[in-house]
């Protein structure tokens, strides 16, 4: 078997060493170098062509986000961001995602951490993805397809569920910041991200919506024209109380080794007595999404499920399981979810 070859970029020898190591553990992988730097990782991106990269948002002379945009106009290729635990790193690993990077990992702490071996497996798992992700979507962002019609449902409780994981910060920006301001129904969202995170994903998204968007906490009334985004490392439920819908954020169990998950929060609004769901399920590993989906057809078999096409998924691991129920009642690409969204979810006049 032909290994993936990997470019390993940190500031730190430490670093470059350990995750060296690590990558190389995988039978599927190979490191073909390192560089210390942003303008060091050019130039060995252009001379060794690697197959995916893993790159510190944290660097002098070139820092992660200018380096990130410098390889995908150059040449465009996979990318794993390694990031801090702290706000600012946080912020700009998001940001990273919205240039291109397929994932990122989060360092235990700091730039130089003996403690780098206990996200061992998540980094030999997350760049081995990577370097199979159909990566080049996150550099087109323009797009010539043809636009739908969708008829609207008739229900006056309209609730939209979103699920994703790897690749999901961009569409998701995609498909929220598309939304037009009074958006006649609420949005609720579960995205594979561990804490941190999903605040300043939140925030992002707030900032370039038309929508009010929120990393969601506990007691949260769910109301129309709001997006509520689980926070990492809680479970995100629905909950009906006196008629109204209400936001129960707890830490508990992941299932399925997922916290927060796609399965919870769909069988949450499964047990709403009185709604029209509309479930999405967006690009991402694994099969999340698909059980819940199963729970909102059975309690309300009017659901109308939305998954990603296959072509316009960073990672068709989700769509995909979710379609193999025959559940999902449209495959779409991703610049007409919101679209189809919107349509379907007309006000009445």
């Given at each position: 078997?032909?290994?993936?070859?990997?470019?390993?970029?940190?500031?730190?020898?430490?670093?470059?060493?350990?995750?060296?190591?690590?990558?190389?553990?995988?039978?599927y992988l190979e490191v073909i170098g390192t560089a210390r730097n942003g303008e060091d990782a050019l130039q060995k991106v252009m001379e060794l062509k690697p197959d995916v990269i893993t790159l510190d948002v944290e660097m002098p002379l070139m820092d992660g986000i200018s380096t990130l945009k410098e390889i995908m106009k150059k040449m465009p290729t996979p990318v794993v961001m390694l990031s801090s635990l702290t706000k600012s790193g946080a912020d700009k690993t998001i940001e990273a995602m919205s240039y291109g990077a397929v994932d990122f990992i989060a360092k235990p702490s700091g730039s130089i951490s003996l403690n780098i071996k206990d996200v061992e497996s998540e980094i030999v798992q997350k760049v081995e993805h990577a370097s199979r992700a159909n990566y080049k979507l996150s550099i087109n962002t323009s797009s010539s397809i043809k636009k739908k019609s969708y008829k609207p449902i008739s229900s006056n409780r309209p609730i939209v569920a979103i699920g994703s994981s790897t690749g999901g910060p961009r569409a998701l920006q995609q498909v929220i910041t598309k939304l037009p301001?009074?958006?006649?129904?609420?949005?609720?969202?579960?995205?594979?991200?561990?804490?941190?995170?999903?605040?300043?994903?939140?925030?992002?998204?707030?900032?370039?919506?038309?929508?009010?968007?929120?990393?969601?906490?506990?007691?949260?009334?769910?109301?129309?024209?709001?997006?509520?985004?689980?926070?990492?490392?809680?479970?995100?439920?629905?909950k009906e109380i006196d008629s109204r819908l209400y936001a129960e954020v707890k830490t508990e169990q992941p299932v399925n080794g997922h916290q927060p998950s796609v399965d919870v929060l769909f069988?949450?609004?499964?047990?709403?007595?009185?709604?029209?769901?509309?479930?999405?399920?967006?690009?991402?590993?694994?099969?999340?999404?698909?059980?819940?989906?199963?729970?909102?057809?059975?309690?309300?078999?009017?659901?109308?499920?939305?998954?990603?096409?296959?072509?316009?998924?960073?990672?068709?691991?989700?769509?995909?399981?979710?379609?193999?129920?025959?559940?999902?009642?449209?495959?779409?690409?991703?610049?007409?979810?919101?679209?189809?969204?919107?349509?379907?979810?007309?006000?009445?006049?």
């Open positions: 078997m032909n290994r993936k070859r990997v470019l390993v970029v940190d500031d730190s020898a430490f670093m470059r060493k350990m995750i060296s190591n690590i990558v190389h553990s995988s039978a301001a009074g958006f006649p129904s609420p949005v609720v969202i579960v995205q594979h991200m561990p804490k941190g995170f999903t605040k300043s994903l939140a925030e992002r998204l707030d900032k370039l919506s038309n929508v009010t968007v929120k990393e969601v906490e506990d007691g949260d009334l769910i109301e129309n024209g709001n997006v509520y985004l689980a926070p990492g490392g809680k479970q995100f439920k629905v069988e949450s609004i499964a047990n709403v007595k009185e709604c029209h769901p509309l479930a999405v399920i967006l690009t991402g590993m694994g099969s999340d999404g698909s059980n819940g989906l199963l729970h909102l057809k059975q309690k309300h078999p009017r659901t109308i499920a939305i998954s990603q096409s296959k072509e316009t998924c960073v990672v068709y691991g989700m769509p995909q399981a979710a379609e193999k129920t025959s559940l999902v009642d449209y495959v779409e690409d991703l610049d007409n979810i919101s679209d189809a969204l919107v349509q379907k979810i007309q006000t009445k006049r």
